[in-house]
């Protein structure tokens, strides 16, 4: 089982970034080497005390971003050769043997060492996502950001840590956190964790595209990709059931509301629309709890609010599979942080909560 995600800084070499191994009990890990990481136990914690430094946020965004050796090691390990790879090394045996140049040969042979031999599958693989990736976060075409609070153009730093609302492309959630995503549903394929994966507020649907995205790159023609969202923006606060959503404005932005439409068009841009992907569509009380899910490998949790959240895991967590993850875009909003913990405290789950860019955390079941 992959059990950790390499971590490579600028000009600090490498680390380990461990993946909890599931211990006897559901919900239960154990992480040898988190060392002295915080694993925050109250909700918001991190928002007060905070990353210090521009350079911190980088630098953790930076650690997300690498993908681990073992993990590369075993996606080589999945698939043959293909037949576009071997009908190009037909070609240049045959080029060897008509009698190509030494000379020729020779910068062939470096160019494939240097480049790690562009026609192996997995480097294909991996280029597709990275493009996919770069695609959807709208870092492609340096896609200006929309929100109301900032300047209306691209900053790739806000990109990184999906500080912003872009303008055109499908995600808001940064690469860092997409990377992250893209990583936690290759383990769950290179592991066999059983289970399909779902996304709970989805916006213009750029984690669940990714998430397919992954599928098809990996040839996974199995699993269902659950598209959950309203559709018309976040709900008004109910305070009384929800006293720490009081006061909450998401509902007032209307830059939030993309119609389903919009998300299966997105969808269908990128050539990933099949029977396999499933839009849940209604407020998450109403869908989440009837949805046809049996077992879930990726849980993704991204409404917001405590009402969202609580819904969620509620209706959820329980499908979640030994060895799936959790993961939780806005933990750093108070109100999403008391939810989870909140749901974690009744439920007795210890598995620690780990960062991935300063705003979402995720653990594994």
Known sequence: MVEAFAVQVRGAGQGAHPTPRPAHGRGRATVDDVGARHVPRHPGENVERGLQRDDDRVALALRSLSLSRTTSRLAELLLPPDDAACNLRSVEQRQTAAGTSAHSRSREGSHCMSHDCIDHPTVLRSRYLNLLESALTGS??????????????????????????????????????????????????????????????????????????????????????????????????????????????????????????????????????????????????????????????????????????IQALDALYHKVSAGGFVIVDDYQLKPCAQAVHDFRDTHAITSPILPIDGMGSWWRV
């Open 140 to 309: 492609l075409i340096r896609d200006p950001s929309m929100d109301p609070w900032g300047e209306k153009k691209y900053d790739p730093h806000m990109r990184t840590l999906g500080r912003d609302w872009p303008s055109f492309a499908q995600t808001m959630i940064g690469n860092t956190r997409l990377r992250s995503l893209r990583h936690m549903c290759e383990t769950v394929l290179i592991d066999n964790i059983p289970g399909d994966m779902i996304e709970t507020g989805v916006w213009r649907g750029g984690g669940c595209i990714m998430m397919k995205g992954v599928l098809a790159a990996y040839g996974d023609e199995r699993r269902k990709i659950f598209v959950a969202d309203s559709f018309c923006g976040l709900p008004k606060p109910d305070a009384e059931s929800y006293m720490a959503d009081a006061g909450d404005t998401h509902h007032t932005f209307k830059q939030l509301a993309i119609s389903c439409d919009e998300v299966k068009q997105n969808f269908r841009n990128y050539g990933l629309l099949d029977e396999n992907v499933v839009f849940l569509e209604g407020w998450f009380k109403d869908t989440l709890p009837v949805a046809p899910i049996k077992k879930l490998a990726i849980l993704r949790l991204d409404g917001d609010m405590y009402e969202s959240t």
